[in-house]
């Protein structure tokens, strides 16, 4: 407990002095090693989850899937698959459970003992072996010995907020600085802060005198109060260390709030709302800093999805029902029965989905079974960023890191799909020549496949032609089949010689690069005219004199100034609806 700080007397998780509850649950305990308090039957069995549910809401960003609690802890369970005395879960009984609920489905989830298979990477094409046990071990369990160690006991005189610290540098990321962690959690504060929009401070500032405000804040406060303003100045001050120290502020806010407008209020659950988003986010930036900064920095480059992470990600095609297998990333995979792949596809809105591991495929696998003969145009963008992620694997991932310049990021980028569009010209036009020896089962057909790339060799081949072979092809049918295989095959030696010799193709790829780079600066900037007539509509104009207005005199009048008010009062009196 710091100096000077006393002791609360309302409970951190239901804001209340008392419960009804028998009396054993309902004594108010404080904190060890804090000035917090609380009961023995609002203690978390997980600091992490909550003990309420959080209220639905049509436009809430991120809803959890069915039996998916969206932590890391979960992903530790392999181990337990083949145990032989593992206790087995109906499908039945997990639905049932609530992702906030705290209800402990595997006893040794909470254990921060680390294990040496637990650093084993383990990819689509492999699957890890099982792990042999004995029925009755003669060794004393690890779990058993954990449990005699006084810690595990003090955590039940332990509030949430210091359990969470306890842990915080545990649960912060590697390689991540003070600086990129407090500009990844402006972009979620940034984001999500609008939830809650009225804190204690800023009513009573509002509502009340200073010595009201004084006298309420000792008699329902022993502390300072924590507002939005301060956690704003502590992510520009960079002030924040972990990602954890964020979630305790906004426990500390949301305990505030509950003491002083109730659990019932619609303050309240809004604190609920906003603490579910930032939760994720830092959920999200735990499994990939790179990711979420450059899903934030989504602005910046049209092709940011195939930028490289540090943590580098497996890429597989994943197969959802009515559509082909797609290129995506691996965020994480579920380890239980069945198996589960967290992925993000490339291309489009970079959507995310939970497939089941029958549906994912390595990506060197064949999938030209599962396409169709017109591939779309989603398709077509999604192989060309993976295509162009490929490349940019090369790098280091120091290029597209947080203290790099975004310029050189930007030029391998464009390095990357200027290289793309000449491998794909090339590959479309001269890396599959006809050979001059035609099987039986496309001579039929050959005449019809002519490609249209060809045509004009082919048209200059026939005004070649002389005439008395075409007279001869006439009178004899079966020396034409011959002849025209022959001549066919001549002609495509000659067309691929042709444009193998020349630099057409390669004039053709510089002239789409030039295309594609125009198109991207114009785009650039109809985005940059489109934001400016945004903000040009938002605006309201002086209804004498039409700059711009300051204030309004009705809702279909607003003025610059007094003066330009005064001016138009005569004339503006009979249609004021003001009155009305």
């Keep these: 407990m710091d100096v000077g700080e006393e002791e609360d007397e309302y409970c951190l998780e239901c804001h209340l002095t008392k419960r009804e509850e028998p009396e054993s649950e309902s004594e108010l305990q404080h904190c060890l090693t804090c000035a917090r308090s609380f009961h023995a039957a609002c203690h978390r069995k997980d600091p992490h989850k909550p003990n309420y549910s959080v209220p639905s809401y049509k436009g809430q960003t991120y809803k959890l899937p069915v039996n998916e609690s969206d932590t890391d802890l979960e992903d530790n369970n392999s181990d337990t698959n083949n145990d032989d005395n593992s206790n087995i879960i109906s499908p039945?009984?997990?639905?049932?459970?609530?992702?906030?609920?705290?209800?402990?489905?595997?006893?040794?989830?909470?254990?921060?003992?680390?294990?040496?298979?637990?650093?084993?990477?383990?990819?689509?094409?492999?699957?890890?072996?099982?792990?042999?046990?004995?029925?009755?071990?003669?060794?004393?369990?690890?779990?058993?010995?954990?449990?005699?160690?006084?810690?595990?006991?003090?955590?039940?005189?332990?509030?949430?907020?210091?359990?969470?610290?306890?842990?915080?540098?545990?649960?912060?990321?590697?390689?991540?600085?003070?600086?990129?962690?407090?500009?990844?959690?402006?972009?979620?504060?940034?984001s999500h802060q609008s939830w809650l929009s009225m804190d204690v401070r800023k009513y009573i500032t509002k509502h009340w005198s200073r010595r009201d405000g004084n006298l309420v804040k000792r008699l329902l406060f022993r502390n300072d109060i924590l507002g939005l303003s301060d956690i704003t100045k502590k992510i520009s001050n960079q002030k924040y260390k972990y990602l954890t120290e964020l979630l305790i502020d906004l426990i500390d806010l949301q305990h505030n709030i509950g003491i002083f407008f109730g659990?019932?209020?619609?303050?309240?659950?809004?604190?609920?709302?906003?603490?579910?988003?930032?939760?994720?986010?830092?959920?999200?930036?735990?499994?990939?800093?790179?990711?979420?900064?450059?899903?934030?920095?989504?602005?910046?480059?049209?092709?940011?999805?195939?930028?490289?992470?540090?943590?580098?990600?497996?890429?597989?095609?994943?197969?959802?029902?009515?559509?082909?297998?797609?290129?995506?990333?691996?965020?994480?995979?579920?380890?239980?029965?069945?198996?589960?792949?967290?992925?993000?596809?490339?291309g489009g809105s970079h959507s995310r989905a939970l497939v089941a591991a029958r549906d994912i495929l390595p990506i060197d696998a064949d999938i030209s079974a599962h396409l169709k003969k017109r591939n779309s145009r989603a398709l077509?963008?999604?192989?060309?960023?993976?295509?162009?992620?490929?490349?940019?694997?090369?790098?280091?991932?120091?290029?597209?890191?947080?203290?790099?310049?975004?310029?050189?990021?930007?030029?391998?980028?464009?390095?990357?799909?200027?290289?793309?569009?000449?491998?794909?010209?090339?590959?479309?036009?001269?890396?599959?020549?006809?050979?001059?020896?035609?099987?039986?089962?496309?001579?039929?057909?050959?005449?019809?496949?002519e490609p249209t790339i060809l045509a004009p060799f082919a048209k200059r081949l026939r005004s070649s032609t002389p005439a008395y072979l075409t007279r001869h092809r006439k009178s004899a049918a079966a020396v034409t089949s011959a002849a025209s295989i022959d001549m066919e095959g001549e002609y495509f030696d000659e067309a691929n010689a042709n444009i193998s010799s020349s630099g057409d193709y390669h004039q053709l790829a510089s002239e789409l690069l030039a295309t594609q780079e125009e198109l991207f600066k114009c785009k650039s900037e109809l985005a940059i005219v489109q934001q400016n007539l945004e903000d040009v509509k938002r605006r309201k104009w002086c209804y004498f004199c039409l700059k711009e207005a300051i204030f309004d005199c009705c809702f279909s009048a607003s003025y610059c100034s007094v003066a330009c008010k005064r001016k138009d009062k005569r004339a503006h009196l009979t249609i004021c609806k003001l009155k009305q």
């Design 92 to 190: 039945e009984s997990e639905l049932t459970l609530d992702h906030n609920s705290n209800v402990n489905l595997n006893p040794h989830a909470d254990s921060f003992l680390k294990h040496e298979h637990d650093d084993d990477v383990f990819f689509v094409s492999e699957q890890p072996a099982s792990v042999r046990r004995r029925r009755q071990s003669q060794i004393k369990s690890e779990f058993q010995a954990l449990n005699d160690i006084p810690d595990v006991d003090m955590e039940l005189e332990l509030c949430t907020v210091c359990r969470l610290q306890k842990f915080a540098a545990l649960h912060n990321p590697p390689h991540l600085g003070k600086e990129e962690l407090n500009c990844l959690l402006d972009y979620s504060w940034k």
């Design 263 to 346: 659990t019932k209020c619609q303050e309240y659950n809004d604190t609920k709302w906003l603490l579910r988003d930032v939760t994720h986010d830092i959920r999200e930036i735990r499994r990939c800093p790179d990711c979420y900064r450059f899903s934030s920095e989504a602005n910046r480059s049209t092709f940011w999805f195939a930028k490289p992470c540090l943590q580098r990600h497996e890429l597989v095609y994943a197969k959802q029902s009515g559509s082909p297998p797609w290129p995506a990333k691996v965020i994480r995979v579920l380890s239980r029965k069945p198996n589960k792949y967290d992925v993000r596809f490339f």
């Design 380 to 449: 077509s963008a999604a192989v060309q960023e993976l295509k162009c992620h490929e490349m940019l694997s090369r790098f280091s991932a120091s290029f597209f890191g947080y203290h790099s310049n975004p310029q050189v990021g930007e030029q391998l980028i464009q390095n990357a799909l200027r290289h793309y569009a000449e491998e794909f010209v090339t590959d479309r036009f001269i890396s599959t020549p006809t050979p001059t020896t035609i099987p039986a089962n496309r001579k039929r057909n050959l005449q019809e496949r």
